[in-house]
């Protein structure tokens, strides 16, 4: 009797589906894992907002909170300019979190939302998942009172509202 060398086809599709199902236990768990860290991501973020807008109402008393990320972040060249903060870049965030409106930051939409005053005296930083139960499943908000709330299940569209909300 020869000595039979390599492995059979039978053999070798066994090992095949032991793969397979080893695959199809961890990617979900995986995707569960990815969400969660844009989750933690988005919260963080969040507290970022509120930081930086008490530090612009304090440095911009006349205009209060600002309604939009671009005017906390570096301005349109990425760098803070070498004249210092303005009330349009104040440099309190980066260029990353300051463009979240329309790109997406770790799988999430950011924003700042309020009334037209002078001095603004409320805002609402919010955040959405870009794609709902693929980036998150949560949206986040905080208002003035720097408390960072969560609403589940959320949906893609970035809070104006912390109404309904749950504190964090």
């Known amino acids: 009797m020869r000595k039979q060398k390599g ?4 053999e070798l599709l066994i090992v095949v589906a032991i793969i397979l199902i080893i695959a199809a236990i961890a990617i979900p768990n995986l995707l569960r894992a990815r969400i969660a860290a844009n989750e933690s991501s988005a919260a963080s973020a969040v507290r970022t907002l509120n930081t930086a807008e008490v530090s612009y109402s304090t440095s911009f008393p006349s205009i209060g909170y600002t309604l939009t990320l671009s005017d906390l972040g570096p301005g349109g060249t990425g760098t803070c300019p070498a004249a210092g903060p303005a009330s349009n870049n104040a440099c309190l965030i980066d260029s990353t979190l300051a463009a979240a409106a329309t790109t997406a930051k770790s799988g999430y939409m950011f924003g ?3 009334t037209a005053a002078t001095p603004q005296l409320q805002y609402v930083a919010g955040a959405a998942p870009a794609v709902f139960n693929q980036t998150g499943v949560r949206n986040f ?3 003035e ?3 960072v709330k969560f609403l589940t299940p959320g949906n893609t569209t ?3 509202s912390c109404s309904g909300y749950t504190p964090l």
């Open 158 to 160: 970035v809070p104006t």
């Open 7 to 10: 492995f059979s086809l039978i």
């Open 112 to 114: 700042i939302s309020g």
């Open 141 to 143: 908000c905080s208002i």
């Open 145 to 147: 009172d720097g408390v």
